[in-house]
Every structure is written in C-alpha cells, then in structure tokens.
C-alpha cells in the first residue's frame, strides 16, 4: 500500500490508511510494510526506497495470484465506498496491469530513465508567443516550444512534461538580506545541522551538494511555506513576540490558505529570527516541478515540444500582488526572448526596463525539463475511433497534440482522411475575441 499526503493536513494519508485497514480485515497478506510518503519533506524520499523493495515482494507472483486478485480488488472497492462514499464500478479487464507494464516497456528507453527532476534536460526556448488578448482583466496565456535535440528523448501526444523553475532572483536577494547571510556561503554534502527535526534533515538531498546558498536557496521551495517550516522557524525566532506569531500562523489555516505567506514575508514580518547558512540551506525542501501536457505531435514535431501556460497571479487580501513561482518565471523567459529580438531586429542596444533585464546578445534561454510519460491518458489506438474531447483554458493543449497527430498521419499517407474517426472538441473560454486558444490551428484541424 502506497499512500500519498501531506503532514501539513490534520488527515494525513487517510484514504491510504482506510483502504490498507479494510484489505487486512478482509484477510488480505501483507507482503510489503505500507508506505505513507509525505510531501512536506518530499514525496520521492519515501517512495523511491519503497519502489525497490516492492519489486522484489511482488517477484513471486509473476504466475499471477488468481482468486486473490479477485479478493484484494472486492476489498479495495469496498473500502472506497466507505471511506470516501465512491460508487464501485466494474473493473477493467486487465486495464491496470497492461497500463503498468505499457510505462515499464516505456521507461526502458532513454527519455524516461537519464532525466529526471534530479538530473533535467536543459531544452532551448525557440519561440513562444501570447494565446490571449493583452487586456486588463484577463490572464496572459502563452504558447512556448522547447528544443529537445540531442536529449534522446521520445514523447507521445497525452505525455506531460515536468518543469523545475528556480525562484525569483530579487527574491533570493531579499531573503538573504532578511538573515544576513552571504549568498556565497558554501552548502557542503555534510553540513546538516544536528539541531534540525528529522522531517527536515531528508530535503537536502535532491540538491547537488556541495553548491553556493544562493543556489540553495533559487532551487528551494520559498513561496509555499509548510507548517513544519513554521514550527521549525519559531525556536529560531529570538523575540517572544515573533515566536508567537509564528506560532499562530501555524496554527491559522485560513490565513495560511489567503495569505500564502512567503519565506520573505515572514522573515519581514519577524525580523529576529536567526538562522545559519546551513540551517538555511537545509530546512527548506527542494522546489518542486510543475507539470504541463504536451501541446505537439511527434510525428510533426519529433525534437521540439509545445506547451501552454496561464500566468498566475492573484492579490491578498491586504491587496499584495502574488504570481506563481513557475509562470511568473516562464512569462520572464518569454518577455526576455522577445526582447533580445527586438534588440536584434533593430540592431542597437538599449537601457534596460525595470521588468525585463537586457539579455547579452548570445543570450539563450533553457528550461529545465523531464518526461512524464502517460500510460492512460492516450489517443484510441485505431484512428478510425471517434473521440470527443472536454476542456477549458489550457486543459485544450494535449487535445491540439491528439488532433495535430491525427492531422501528421493524414499527411505522411499512414491514415485515409476518409477512414478517420470523427473528433468533437467542446472547449469553454470566456470570449472567442479573448481566450479562445489556439482558434487558428482548430480551424486549421477542421479543413
């Protein structure tokens, strides 16, 4: 039993939890200690430990478990009922195991075992440009290829592709101002502080140790703060009054959901709190990657991937502007790229704007990346079958890959545009003069 939770909520794992209890209690054999992976210190230094073992328990049913299987899914269904008040539904003959082994035989192959969120492809911006009206009320949504030569990689139209953003320079500046470190400080491999609790102590090893405390603290989660953060930041707090407050953040699950304190917002807030370069370093758990589907075909586009992003941003209640980590930064790639265009374009330098630094004339813009493949979230298999595809916003991006791939097999002469299944797209936007996305390449589709 593999359970995924967070120990910043009050009900930690509970649906793992319940369903392990109800498989026990129908007289299920337990063949592998459970494991409640926590994302508060990082979901992969559980599981990744966890994964090893299971293949080694699972070794002796490679015959298959016959009417066990048949127990253990009853138990499983029925556990859901209750825990969650799910209506059970037919299984699928064979659909899990089929879609398990589909990602195995994929994971064999080069893209999806050299990178990873440890170790990312550093793919080229080629091009990227607005999908929405620059108009005031309405979020920008940008349309952004990556070059992936050389990588190895091979994806599918339905696969996703995780990102890891660094945060915001200011920012790092700001928080190393607010404790008075030096962003040079050097993070060694052993240097984890013996005081820090042991949910902690396991962040630190996603990085690549030894490295620089401003490169420690552009690859670690600064924007959401955890509870266990706040514990952890109130015994360094040296005034009573920042203790306490700290505490009672912790404590406020509605100001913590309003507000979504940054590491800078409280280090503002509570200027006495004092911490080492390596305490730093290693209380804060590893950015984490945001994952965005593929918007492209491989049969059109085998060495580049497209992928379309709404900008986050929102206020506080006090009226703070607030902009999520990932987009905010890929809004900066493309307004940089676009710039060092203009620059060269009209061949002159200029000063640069407060927004947009001046990039240097060979200026290239990489994005940190990996393959996530998809084992369910696929086109039919015949392209004869008709598929009918809901969405909203930049829920239309896998869907303009399954019709730019339906399109690739018509031109190369693999498909008959007469024998192709019939595609129905119901899309929500606000207004087809705002946020209709990609209209041009779905009119284009329709032909």
């Known amino acids: 039993m593999l359970g995924l939770g967070d120990t910043n909520y009050t ?83 064979g659909a899990c ?16 075992a050299v990178f990873d969120q440890r170790n990312p492809f550093h793919g080229k911006v080629t091009c990227s440009s607005l999908l929405t009206s620059e108009v005031a009320d309405h979020k920008l949504t940008i349309h952004m290829e990556i070059d992936i030569s050389g990588s190895g990689i091979t994806y599918s139209a339905g ?13 790092v500046e700001k928080v190393l101002r607010g404790l008075g470190l030096d962003g040079d400080a050097v993070i060694a491999a052993d240097s984890c502080p013996a005081p820090l609790c042991s949910t902690l102590t396991k962040s630190h090893c996603h990085r690549q140790l030894p490295c620089s405390l401003f490169s420690a603290l552009t690859h670690s989660e600064m924007v959401c703060v955890r509870k266990s953060l706040l514990s952890f930041l109130s015994t360094k707090a040296e005034a009573p009054q920042d203790k306490d407050r700290l505490e009672q953040i912790a404590d406020d699950d509605d ?7 940054r590491l800078v917002d409280l280090l503002r807030e509570c200027p006495s709190i004092k911490l080492t370069a390596e305490e730093v370093a290693h209380c804060l758990t590893p950015s984490q990657p945001r994952f965005y589907s593929v918007a492209s075909s491989p049969l059109e586009h085998p060495n580049t991937i497209h992928i379309a992003f709404s900008v986050v941003d929102w206020e506080t209640p006090d009226g703070q502007s607030r902009g999520g980590v990932c987009t905010s930064w890929l809004r900066r790639c493309h307004e940089t790229l676009h710039y060092a265009e203009m620059l060269a374009a009209k061949g002159f330098s200029a000063p640069p704007s ?25 086109m039919p298999a015949d392209p004869a079958t008709p598929m009918i595809c809901i969405c909203a ?17 018509v031109a190369a002469g693999s498909v008959d545009k007469a024998s192709l299944g019939l595609s129905w797209l119901l899309f929500g936007c606000k207004s087809k003069f705002v946020d209709y996305l990609y209209c041009d390449d779905l009119a284009n589709f329709q032909k």
């Not at 696969?159 to 920012?171: I, R």
């Open 11 to 93: 009900k930690f794992c509970q649906g793992a939890k319940a369903v392990d209890a109800k498989l026990k209690g129908s007289g299920a054999k337990v063949i592998l200690a459970p494991c409640m992976a926590d994302d508060a210190t990082g979901l992969e230094d559980d599981i990744e430990p966890w994964l090893l073992k299971l293949w080694t328990a699972l070794e002796p049913f490679k015959g298959g478990v016959g009417e066990a299987a048949t127990v253990v899914k009853a138990a499983a269904s029925e556990a859901a009922v209750e825990a969650f008040g799910l209506a059970a539904s037919p299984a699928k003959g």
């Open 97 to 112: 195991s089929n879609g398990i082994l589909q990602e195995a035989e994929r994971k064999e192959g080069v893209s999806a």
């Open 159 to 171: 696969d996703a592709f995780g990102l890891v953003p660094p945060n915001d320079e200011e920012e």
């Open 255 to 261: 100001y913590l959901k309003s507000y979504r304190p």
């Open 354 to 378: 407060p927004a947009t630094p001046t990039p240097k004339p060979e200026c290239t813009i990489k994005i940190p990346l990996f393959l996530r493949p998809s084992s369910e979230f696929r």
């Open 393 to 409: 916003g930049t829920g239309i991006a896998p869907f303009r890959g399954f019709f730019a791939h339906r399109a690739a097999m």
